[in-house]
């Protein structure tokens, strides 16, 4: 059963960059999966943000493009979520998950990630 | 404002059937592509509920059903019962410049 923790600072200061990496285990990587980011800011919804093929094909929310970068480490079993010059706006919880053609069908338990000076 | 629009809310009595709608358009759910729901439980991650339409994975009760025609796709819950208080959310695909999409979420309250 693939298993995924997210891991990364709690807290980030306006206008720098958030990153938060995935860790998966109980599966391969490079399996044919899409890795990918969903947020959700407190009592909202979800919002998907990025998506990483293990080949390293790339696919971002256009709402979300220019701030956003999604990468692959095969070798640490790992994937990455960069969102740069962040607001109080990007606060929220964020899921690492992994698709099974066009749905996710394995989620982390989500970090909280606060935007604050 | 999401891709995907959800009812804000819906309720029912234990026993009773709810639906929840989810309406796309023509370059999502009407595109062909599939829908799929999600169930999270308060404080909880999303859990996969119903995927390609009309599919449970293992596990999901018998008593969680989806359809999808043309642009709109339901879920279904019959003999609600209280641990089904939840949100309920869909999601489809838009291609792959738009990604993958969801809708605001339904809350389900049991009475």
């Known amino acids: 059963q693939l298993q995924l923790q997210e891991s990364g600072p709690g807290l980030v200061k306006p206008s720098e960059t958030l990153s938060l990496t995935c860790t998966v285990s109980g599966g391969s990587i490079s399996s044919s999966y899409y890795w990918g980011w969903i947020r959700q800011p407190p009592g909202e919804g979800l919002e998907w943000i990025a998506n990483i093929y293990h080949s390293g094909n790339t696919y971002y929310n256009p709402s979300l493009r220019s701030r956003v970068t999604i990468s692959v480490d095969t070798s640490k079993k790992q994937f990455s979520l960069n969102l740069t010059s962040v607001t109080a706006a990007d606060t929220a919880i964020y899921y690492c998950?992994?698709?099974?053609?066009?749905?996710?069908?394995?989620w982390g338990r989500g970090t909280l990630v606060t935007v604050s000076s | 404002q999401s891709v995907l629009t959800q009812p804000p809310s819906v309720s029912g009595a234990p026993g009773q059937r709810v639906t929840i709608s989810c309406t796309g358009s023509?370059?999502?759910?009407?595109?062909?592509?599939?829908v799929h729901w999600y169930q999270q439980l308060p404080g909880t991650a999303p859990k996969l509920l119903i995927y390609?339409?009309?599919n449970r994975p293992s596990g999901v009760p018998d008593r969680f059903s989806g359809s999808k025609s043309g642009t709109s796709a339901s879920l279904a819950i019959t003999g609600l019962q209280a641990e089904d208080e939840a949100d309920y959310y869909c999601?489809?695909?838009?291609?792959?410049?738009?990604?993958?999409?969801f809708g605001g979420g339904t809350k389900l309250t049991v009475l």
């Open positions: 023509s370059s999502n759910t009407g595109a062909g592509y599939d």
């Open positions: 998950a992994s698709t099974v053609g066009s749905y996710y069908a394995y």
């Open positions: 390609g339409n009309n």
């Open positions: 999601q489809s695909y838009a291609g792959s410049l738009s990604g993958w999409v």
